[in-house]
């Protein structure tokens, strides 16, 4: 008799044990370093920030002695403590990589804890990359099968809510779990997964900037306590109270067996050019646009219609209060978009938004849903952007996605460009140039604490 078909967790558990270095395609080896490239620039720019600081000396705290790197400092910590901190600095900068439809950061929920528990297990290059391929599977297909019901229909944040998934597929795979070890070990993570409230991010809370970390710890966790024995319910996911049903009023679980082991995720998702929020990219892209071709004076401009779909207008506080707001308004990234042409880590800081100039077209700035653009999403995260002037004239631009998707790339330059900005805020230009060669270069690696070991403060 034929064997019965496999539940959707069950598929993914298996293709989680049975993929293998040498099975990957190039594109995606490629694209995990890539990915890999950009988590780290981040990072280490992270570090020398208030919240880098803050995050650190916290973990230091806790002493939890361990062999995985505070990147940017000299310590080294427990692999969840490395997960904290590491996530938390990232995920602050939102210059991190996003998979539009399942509305996770895969990067920084799947790298970050992939190389704690690395340096800690002593793997090579080869281990990590393929674990971080098949933790972005893991994430975004869990994620594509609740979304965007998990978003529209609950309030929870979903990046932070599935990437304790992907943190748990990465490090299951570094630990050589069998398929049926690693179906257990995601219903732990599914018990321990936080159901991340999106009021902390709407209102730009500071404790938004744990979400990237604790999923990532949590992911971790997870694993070592499954292994001790503490393990989910093989229906963690399908069953009547699973997973599926507590994250979204619909879904549908043959996103996470279509294309299985043929199609990756990672290929599906976009690097950041700007240091905001994803959803507003679209916009900030159409300001852009419109400041290219017309360089509309700010004082001259009467009034600004922003036309988006319905999640993204949820970003519409004119006046935002706190830096992290800030990155989530649209209006105000709108404005330094138009005004200074740029959207990165220098428009979004506590003197931008005393900027009077800037503050004066951000409350002009009308965030409006629009269900023709709606209709586009998820697949699309379309943005219209119209700009009055008082003589009468009106400037439109429109994106449909933003520039960073597999459809407008960051070229591997543009990335390298990235990359070194970010990381010679703590490091040489030396020491940059030389992680930079070694993360091309990581499937040639033995160990990959060879490259966390360059990313200690010098």
């Known amino acids: 008799m034929p064997s019965p078909p496999k539940q959707a967790a069950e598929a ?3 293709f989680v044990s049975l993929t293998r270095f040498d ?5 995606v080896i490629h694209e995990v370093k890539r990915r890999v490239l950009d988590v780290v620039g981040i990072a280490l720019s ?7 600081s803050i995050i650190q000396n916290y973990v230091r705290a806790q002493k939890r002695d361990g062999q995985a790197v505070l990147w ?3 310590d080294t ?3 969840t403590m490395a997960a904290l901190a590491n996530g ?9 990589d996003v998979h539009l439809t399942s509305h996770t950061h895969p990067g920084v929920t799947t790298i970050i804890p992939s190389l704690a528990v690395a340096d800690d297990l002593g793997v090579s290059g080869r281990d990590v990359i393929t674990a971080v391929a098949v933790g972005y599977d893991v994430q975004a297909r869990i994620g594509n099968a609740v979304s965007p019901s998990i978003y529209l229909d609950r309030p929870f944040l979903p990046a932070a809510t599935l990437g304790t998934f992907g943190a748990a597929g990465a490090v299951a795979k570094l630990l050589g779990l069998g398929s049926k070890e690693t179906l257990s070990a995601l219903g732990t993570a599914a018990f321990l997964t936080p159901l991340a409230l999106f009021e902390n991010y709407a209102k730009g809370a500071a404790t938004k900037e744990l979400s990237m970390g604790w999923a990532g710890m949590s992911g971790i966790m997870a694993i070592e306590l499954a292994r001790q024995g503490f393990i989910g319910a093989p229906s963690w996911l399908e069953g009547p109270l699973g997973f599926a049903g507590a994250a979204a009023d619909h879904y549908d679980l043959q996103h996470l067996v279509r294309g299985l082991g043929k199609e990756y995720e990672i290929l599906r998702t976009g690097i950041k050019p700007y240091a905001c929020c994803r959803q507003h990219h679209t916009a900030i892209d159409a300001a852009l646009e419109i400041r290219g071709r017309h360089s509309p004076p700010p004082q001259e401009i009467e009034r600004v219609v922003h036309r988006t779909f319905k999640v993204a207008s949820r970003g519409n506080n004119q006046e ?3 830096i992290a707001g800030a990155k989530y308004s649209a209006p105000f990234s709108i404005s330094v978009a138009l005004i200074e042409g740029k959207a990165w880590r220098e428009q979004y800081t506590a003197e931008k938004m005393n900027d009077e100039t800037v503050r004066a077209l951000a409350r002009k700035v009308e965030v409006v849903a629009d269900p023709e653009l709606e209709a586009l999403y998820d697949l699309k995260w379309p943005s219209i952007v119209e700009v009055f002037m008082r003589d009468g004239k009106v400037y439109s631009a429109r994106r449909d996605l933003p520039k960073g998707e597999p459809e407008y790339p960051v070229s591997d330059e543009e990335l390298k460009e990235k990359f ?4 010679c805020d703590a490091i040489s230009t030396d020491r940059a140039e030389a992680l930079y060669q070694m993360i091309w270069n990581l499937e040639e690696l033995p160990k990959t604490s060879e490259l966390t070991a360059l990313l200690r403060s010098e």
């Not at 099975?23 to 594109?27: A, D, I, T, V, Y």
């Not at 992270?46 to 880098?52: E, I």
């Open 12 to 14: 993914l558990a298996e």
């Open 23 to 27: 099975r990957l395609p190039f594109g």
């Open 46 to 52: 992270a570090s020398r920030t208030d919240t880098g």
């Open 72 to 74: 940017g400092a000299g």
């Open 77 to 79: 910590v427990s692999p």
């Open 88 to 96: 938390t600095m990232i995920f602050h900068m939102e210059l991190d």
């Open 320 to 322: 935002p209060a706190t």
């Open 420 to 423: 070194l900005t970010l990381a």
